[in-house]
């Protein structure tokens, strides 16, 4: 079955720094990762998505990079924020294409 | 607000009673999924339907759980004679057209069972 990993579950880093924040995969490439933000007590919010055949696609402070070879996606804020400060979650479909499996989410502070 | 509502927001009830919820898609939006979130996790699926249809169910869904989605718009998630191991979150999400690339989420329905 399709499984998820992120590389952690906690990241603290200063306002102003980049994050990076790690998503690896199982088995075959999906067509495409997905990145959403979630808030305490709220639902996932979609963020990006990024196909099997993009290496890197960009939305304001975010980037997001797919690897095939490593398995591995990479998701990027630049100048970060308090404000960024979220649970984020990759996802992928799942073997059959028809709903999404998500990862455990890696929790982000920004510190000020 | 056009976006995917639940209710109730928070359920407290009582291990063995039953318990419903509901989801209101985006209207246009054909498909709705329910998740499961418990804390540290990401979303775990549950069950999704393509209008009125129930498509897909995970082996998480046990016998104790049904889901509805009558006229191909609300959906009801029903847990029968409740678990401790059923408190989480239940998310419910939507989206348009059968090659979905991104879920629209409601913000849930925190249910605790004592």
């Known amino acids: 079955s399709q499984k998820i990993e992120q590389n952690s579950e906690a990241l603290n880093i200063q306002e102003g720094k980049t994050a990076t924040l790690t998503c690896n995969y199982t088995n075959y490439s999906p067509a495409y990762l997905q990145w959403y933000r979630q808030d305490p007590g709220r639902g996932p919010v979609f963020l990006l998505l990024i196909r099997e055949n993009e290496k890197e696609k960009r939305k304001e402070r975010l980037k997001v990079t797919f690897d095939t070879t490593l398995k591995q996606s990479l998701f990027h804020i630049t100048a970060s924020q308090p404000a960024d400060s979220a649970t984020y979650l990759c996802?992928?479909?799942?073997?059959?294409?028809?709903?999404?499996?998500f990862g455990p989410g890696t929790r982000l502070s920004v510190l000020p | 607000d056009t976006g995917v509502s639940q209710d109730p927001r928070h359920k407290i009830t009582k291990r063995g009673q039953n318990v419903t919820f509901r989801c209101d898609p985006i209207s246009e939006h054909n498909r709705l999924y329910w998740y499961r979130q418990t804390l540290g996790q990401g979303p775990e699926f549950l069950t999704y339907f393509q209008n009125e249809a129930q498509l897909e169910k995970s082996r998480l869904l046990s016998d104790r759980f049904s889901a509805e989605r009558p006229k191909g718009s609300f959906s009801t998630l029903e847990i029968q004679r409740t678990e401790q191991g059923d408190s989480a979150m239940y998310l419910c999400?939507?989206?348009?057209?059968?090659?979905?690339?991104?879920?629209?989420f409601g913000s849930g329905t925190q249910l605790s069972v004592l």
């Open positions: 996802a992928r479909l799942d073997n059959y294409g028809q709903n999404f499996v």
């Open positions: 999400a939507s989206s348009l057209g059968s090659r979905a690339e991104k879920l629209f």
